[in-house]
Each structure stands twice: as C-alpha cells, then as structure tokens.
C-alpha cells in the first residue's frame, strides 16, 4: 500500500497543488510531522509571551471511531456540539500538556526506548557483531527516542534530559561504543530542519525566518522572547546554534 500510495501521490501531487492551503503539511514536498508541530508551537509561544495571555487549543479528529463515544458535557461547544477540555492530548506522534512542559512526552519516549532496549539485548546475546548491533540501535532504538527531537529536545527540564541520556548510554553498553547524546542529536538536526526551511520558500515558517536575517551579515537575528518557555523553543534556540555556527565556520584555523 505504501509503494501505491507514493505511486499515486506523484500524479496527485501537481494537480491538487494550486488548491492547497499553506498550512498543509500532509503530502508537501520536504514538510512532514516535526513542521506542523514547529509552527504549531511557535504561534502559541509567540502569543503566550504577550501579557496576561492564553491560549486554546483545539483539535479536530475526523476519524469514524470517535462517533460512538459518550462525552461529559462541558461548558465550551461549538453548535451545540461539546467539545471536551483535555489536560493532555497526543498530536502526530508527540505528547503535549496545559503546562506546555514535556514532561508527559519524555515519560512516553523513555517507556518506548526502554522496551526497544530489550531487544537490542536480546539480539547481542545471540554474540552479532558491533556493526550489526549499531545498525539495530539506529533503526529501532534511536528513531523511537529522537522522534521529532527537533521540537521538545530544547525544552526539557535537566532531569527529563538526564534520564533519556541515561537510557542512551546503556544503549551505548549494549553496542559497545559511546553513542551521541540527546543534546548532541537535536542540535544537528535543528540544524537540519532549519536549512530545510530557509531553502523551501512555501514552508509555512519561511517569511518568519526571513524577517530575522540581517542586513549586515548571515546572521539571524533573535526573536524578542519574555517566556522562558518560547526562549526555549525551536525557533530561538537553533537561532543561536546558526549563528554560533557562523562564527565557527569563520574563525581562520591556525
């Protein structure tokens, strides 16, 4: 189904694009999961940073499933319909809460890698090589931990850090080699995400990115912050790893 569906999608693609809206993440070229919860993210820290300022979030779940279920009724509805308040809610793939933390998500993300583990252990008991053992943590281990790191792997409390870089190093026993820490993953990735975004003029986040450079330089400006919460989000936080980049990559070696 996945080799009909890329099939299809590449005829499909150029005829549905002129009706498209730009906030569609679903079948673009280089947009995926970690774009719609980047923007989605940035709007509402961005708004959150005003004073005295809140946010609802809504979601809508077309899915049939959800027509034979009992809703409490509840003080927010749109035509009659309740809508139910939730104190969390898990939007493509990633767990978010009312406190905007991720502490939620890290506890989810560490119960995945942590039964992944098992069987990266039970595969060296069979004595497979280094090579093969680091192929499997890649594939299975590490695409359930870094999953759209790219988006809370900025925002996490030092314990939530500490406790999935716990897991990576006994990741790393199992392997035999010392693997990449979760900082050090999300900072290249942001990375990545970032020039995907200034090299793709129809992301949904691409005029903001265009208001921050510089007349003087490469440089991007940084985004004005009041919140520790937005000052630790993607689009301040790899703003500082660009520049800082910058300045790396033109300092004259000796």
């Known amino acids: 189904m996945k080799i009909l569906e890329r099939l299809v999608l590449e ?11 730009p906030l569609q993440f679903a079948y673009q070229p280089r947009l995926g999961v970690e774009d719609g919860i980047i923007y989605l993210l940035n709007r509402v820290y961005t708004h959150l940073d005003k004073s005295a300022s809140t946010v609802r979030v809504m979601f809508f779940d077309f899915s049939s499933a ?7 009724v509840t003080p927010v509805s749109i035509q009659g319909v309740p809508v139910d308040t939730v104190e969390e809610y ?17 506890e989810a993300v560490y119960k ?31 695409s359930t931990i870094f999953f759209a790191v790219t988006c809370w792997g900025s925002g996490l409390k030092v314990a939530d850090t500490n406790r999935l870089n716990k ?3 006994r990741a790393g026993d199992v392997v035999g080699e010392e693997l990449d820490t979760l900082t050090t993953v999300a900072e290249g990735r942001m990375l990545s995400r ?21 007349t003087f330089s490469r440089r991007l400006l940084s985004s004005r912050c009041t919140t520790e919460r ?25």
């Open 194 to 214: 970032l020039q995907s975004i200034l090299n793709n003029v129809s992301h949904p986040l691409y005029d903001t990115l265009a208001q921050q450079r510089s």
């Open 90 to 106: 898990k939007y493509l793939g990633v767990y978010f809460n009312s406190k905007l933390d991720w502490t939620r998500n890290t």
């Open 112 to 142: 995945r890698g942590q039964s992944r583990l098992f069987f990266l252990r039970r595969l060296r008991s069979f004595n497979i090589c280094r090579t093969m053992l680091r192929m499997f943590y890649e594939s299975v281990v590490a």
């Open 230 to 254: 937005h000052r630790k989000s993607f689009l301040p936080v790899v703003i500082k790893l660009y520049n800082a980049s910058l300045r790396e990559s033109d300092t004259p070696s000796l």
């Open 167 to 169: 897991l990576i190093r």
């Open 11 to 21: 005829q499909l693609r150029p005829v549905v694009r002129p009706f498209t809206g």
């Open 66 to 72: 959800f027509n034979t279920m009992k809703t409490p």
